[in-house]
């Protein structure tokens, strides 16, 4: 397993914008996922992006203001969050792996090896 890391979180009002970073997976990672989660709260996914897939997946309380994306030459993993809510406030975590490519597989976090410590993101 290797460490990942992000960053880019911050203190924002509702209706700011926030671009997330992860950086640290390895080239082969074919899934790269955003998770956060909330105090008392179950880990939540965010968005997925594998690279053989023609869309990436979103939780319904993000699309359309969250988008997330790959800048391969880099190797880092971005999550663009527009439009934030203050029911977006969260610790958000990037995880690398390979999960099973059935349906709902993107989302359960048993299914990835690789993580991050987490950015705090806080909308009021």
């Known amino acids: 397993h290797v460490q990942l890391v992000e960053s880019g979180g911050g203190a924002v009002q509702a209706g700011a914008s926030l671009r997330l970073v992860c950086t640290g997976f390895s080239e082969r990672t074919l899934t790269l996922t955003w998770f956060r989660q909330a105090p008392g709260k179950e880990r939540e996914a965010v968005a997925s992006?594998?690279?053989?897939?023609?869309?990436?997946n979103y939780a319904d309380s993000v699309k359309g203001r969250f988008t997330i994306s790959q800048d391969k030459a880099k190797n880092a993993l971005h999550l663009q969050m527009d439009n934030l809510r203050v029911e977006d406030t969260a610790m958000y975590y990037c995880?690398?792996?390979?999960?099973?490519?059935?349906?709902?597989?993107?989302?359960?976090?048993?299914?990835?090896?690789?993580w991050g410590r987490g950015t705090q993101v806080t909308v009021s």
């Open positions: 995880a690398a792996g390979n999960p099973s490519l059935y349906q709902g597989s993107w989302k359960v976090p048993r299914e990835y090896d690789d």
């Open positions: 992006i594998y690279i053989y897939g023609h869309f990436p």
